[in-house]
């Protein structure tokens, strides 16, 4: 009933997954004892004053300081000709952002994209650009 090739190719193969396994906590990299907690942030004590700003949304609306007020917003900026870095990164945020929707809407960051070719990006093209990935 049970072949013996079958057995010695379960045992091989549940050897290479427990030596897989012992490589990744024997050689991944550890932080230094001293490391801080996070080194990508700085949180202030108090939230910083935004100047005053006017940009355009793709739907034709303005965007005004107050409607970032209350809520988490990361700011990307690229443009849509943008050949490998804005689409990845943009990917990864719609990734989080898929992660994020089980957060009351209060806690849930919202994503801005930013053009820094206004002259080519036009709202129409922008809109259709960042509405392909969330």
Not at 11 to 18: C, K, R, T
Request: one cysteine or more; aromatic letters at 8%.
């Amino acid at each position: 009933m049970f072949n013996r090739n079958a057995g010695i190719i379960l045992l091989i193969a549940l050897a290479a997954g427990l030596g897989l396994l012992a490589a990744q906590q024997v050689f991944a990299p550890k932080p230094p004892a001293n490391a801080p907690a996070t080194e990508a942030i700085t949180l202030y004590p108090q939230p910083r004053e935004l100047p005053d700003f006017n940009l355009a949304q793709s739907d034709g609306t303005r965007l005004i300081p107050g409607e970032l007020k209350g809520h988490w917003t990361l700011v990307f900026l690229g443009f849509t000709f943008c050949p490998d870095v804005c689409p990845t990164t943009l990917a990864a945020l719609a990734g989080a952002q898929n992660q994020w929707e089980a957060l009351p809407d209060s806690l849930r960051p919202r994503v801005l994209f930013i053009s820094v070719d206004p002259d080519r990006d036009s709202a129409t093209r922008l809109g259709e650009y960042v509405h392909g990935f969330h």
